[in-house]
Every structure is written in structure tokens, then in C-alpha cells.
């Protein structure tokens, strides 16, 4: 529920900054100059339209997918199937993506456009049920529409910056106005991008509670996590590069991995590789220590830190048996 509040609030403070600075341009260059702010509107929203529907396009070349049949991965097939059958929503296409990133992702424009991806690297990496956690959490992306939420609140930052680009470089008399208004709208643009991150991030909250309200185990999930952290820290970081731009979509931020080892060797009590439930249930009374530049850096990511997230999890151990 508190995460649901969150989302709301910082949705309804995301759409209340735009308003103000419609309010402030307004008082400041007269309501004559409301067309320009409208038309930057609107070619925004164009612009996210168009990215909205050619995405997955773009997502299946970036990503090197192919999607497969029941006859070649039943397995995977069987377990997409029952997730889509529990969550409500039509079955989505199942692909591969050709990369040894280990990781998941899920996409598409709507619902029966749904569409959950898993690289060749984390299909031996994975047991079953950490596999099943991660398909659980991408199918719960899928049931929130959080590609569409993340696109709806986008375009805010995105008309900022075109209001600040056109204000800070046009010319005419009321150029004093011009600066001023731009100074507004760059500074909006900083501070809702940051709203979109701190947004996705509370997305990626959400999808492991759905993963856990769709049957599997916390700590199911914690382990998978933990393994892709560790699986993407052992990999070129030249393999990173080409999917720089839609790490966004990862089921965690492979980027990121080199610096969260540091933080998650303190899970494994056992040193068996994998996160037991009693391993997840000592984090809900053991103090978490996060430094001021992994708070930074979180504050810049599309993911939540994962020692965080993880200790999140075991709040919600025992809501599932499965």
C-alpha cells in the first residue's frame, strides 16, 4: 500500500510542477506565449508516441531477441504461461535474447502486446524456482503496465527541456523574460528526471511484491538477484556496452554489479552461492549500511540499490510457500 502512495504522490507532485511552470511562463511572458508551450507539448507527447510504438522494435534489434516456441523451451514456455494465467493477463511472447548478460526483461506497447525475454546467460545460471522469481517479476511489470506509466510520466521532463532549450537561446525583447523562464524550465527538467528515476525505482519495488504475491518465495527471488549481480559482475564490461540504453528494462542494473558484490558478500552466511530463506530472514533485524555514494548513485539509477531491495524482501518472507 505504501508504495502505492508513493507512486500516486510523486505522480501527482510530477503533474503539479509542470502546472507550475505553466503558471510561471504565463505570468512572465503573457498568455500570448502559452502557444509556444503548448506546441512543445505536443511535439513531445509526438515524439513519445512514436517511441512508444516503435519501442519494441527497437528493444528486439538492441537486445538481439528471438522469440521461441513451446517445442523448444517448454519449460520456459509452462512457466510463462502459468504466471500470465495468475497474474490476469494474456500470455506474452517468450524470446531469447542472444548476449551472456544474465538477466530478464519484459516489454510491449499493451496488454496483448506483452512480451518476456531471457538472455542465454542466465539460463544455466538460474535454478527453477529463481528462474520462475524473475519471470514473476517481469509478468508483474507487465500487469502494472509500468512501460506505460514510466513513457506517461517521461514527457514531462522531456517538455521542460524544450521549453528551457527554446527560452535560453531565442532573442527578441523580452529576452530578459526568455532567460528567466529558461532558468525555470532547465531546472524542472533536473528535478523531474529525477522524479522519473526515483519512479522506476518504486516500480522495481513493486514487481518483487508481485513476484511474491504470484506464489514464489522471497528469498527465491533474493537469491536470483543476488546470482545476477554476481553472473554481470564476471562479464566483459564490453558486453555492456551495446545495451547501455535499455539497462532500464533489466531486472536489475547490470552496470551496477562490480560496485554491489562489495555490499552483498555479507548475505551469503554459508558461502553456498545462493540466498537461503533463514539467510533472508536475518536481514530483517541485521542494520543495513549503505554509503553516501552508492545513495548517490541510486539516486541516478533506474534500480534500486540492490542490498536495499533485497533486505526488502525479507519483509515479505513467508508470504509465499511456494
Known amino acids: ?8 504522490l510523486i505522480m501527482t507532485v510530477m503533474f503539479a510542477i509542470i502546472y507550475g511552470l505553466v503558471v510561471f511562463a504565463a ?6 506565449n502559452l502557444g509556444g508551450f503548448y506546441f512543445y507539448g505536443i511535439l513531445a507527447s509526438v515524439m513519445l508516441f512514436i517511441q512508444y510504438m516503435i519501442g519494441p522494435k527497437m528493444v528486439e534489434w538492441s537486445m538481439s531477441i528471438r522469440y521461441v516456441s513451446e517445442q523448444e523451451y517448454p519449460a520456459l514456455h509452462r512457466m510463462v504461461t502459468d504466471l500470465a494465467r495468475d497474474a490476469g493477463i494474456p500470455k506474452p511472447k517468450v ?8 538477466n530478464a526483461f519484459a516489454f510491449g506497447r499493451w496488454a496483448k502486446d506483452g512480451r518476456v525475454c531471457v538472455t542465454e546467460g542466465i539460463m544455466n545460471l538460474l535454478n ?29 521532463p522531456m517538455i521542460a527541456w524544450y521549453i528551457a532549450w527554446s527560452s535560453l537561446f531565442s532573442g527578441g525583447r523580452e529576452r530578459g523574460n526568455a532567460v528567466l523562464i529558461g532558468i525555470a524550465a532547465f ?4 528535478i523531474t528526471n529525477l522524479l522519473v528515476l526515483y519512479v522506476s525505482r518504486i ?9 511474491v504475491k504470484l506464489g514464489n518465495g522471497p528469498h527465491h527471488l533474493a537469491s536470483a538477484l543476488y546470482k545476477l549481480v554476481y553472473g554481470s559482475a564476471r562479464v566483459n564490461k564490453d558486453s555492456l556496452k551495446p545495451i547501455e540504453g535499455m539497462k532500464a528494462f533489466f531486472a536489475n542494473d547490470p552496470s551496477r554489479a562490480a560496485y554491489e558484490i562489495r555490499e552483498l558478500s555479507q548475505l551469503d552466511l554459508d558461502g553456498s552461492g545462493t540466498i537461503d530463506a533463514n539467510e533472508l530472514m536475518a536481514l530483517q533485524t541485521r542494520p543495513v549500511k549503505v554509503s553516501t555514494t552508492d545513495k548517490i548513485m541510486e ?24
Open 1 to 8: 500500500m505504501w508504495l502505492k502512495l508513493r507512486l500516486y
Open 27 to 32: 505570468n512572465l511572458a503573457g498568455l500570448g
Open 95 to 102: 524470446g531469447i535474447a542472444r548476449m551472456p548478460i544474465p
Open 128 to 156: 527453477e524456482r529463481e528462474l520462475r522469481a524473475v519471470l514473476a517479476h517481469e509478468v508483474s511489470h507487465l500487469k502494472h503496465k509500468d512501460v506505460a506509466v514510466i513513457t506517461m510520466i517521461s514527457v514531462i
Open 187 to 190: 531546472a524542472v527538467y533536473l
Open 203 to 211: 516500480r522495481e519495488y513493486y514487481a518483487d511484491e508481485g513476484a
Open 299 to 322: 539516486m541516478l539509477s533506474t534500480h534500486p540499490n540492490m542490498l536495499k531491495r533485497i533486505q526488502r524482501l525479507s519483509s515479505l518472507q513467508g508470504a509465499s510457500a511456494y
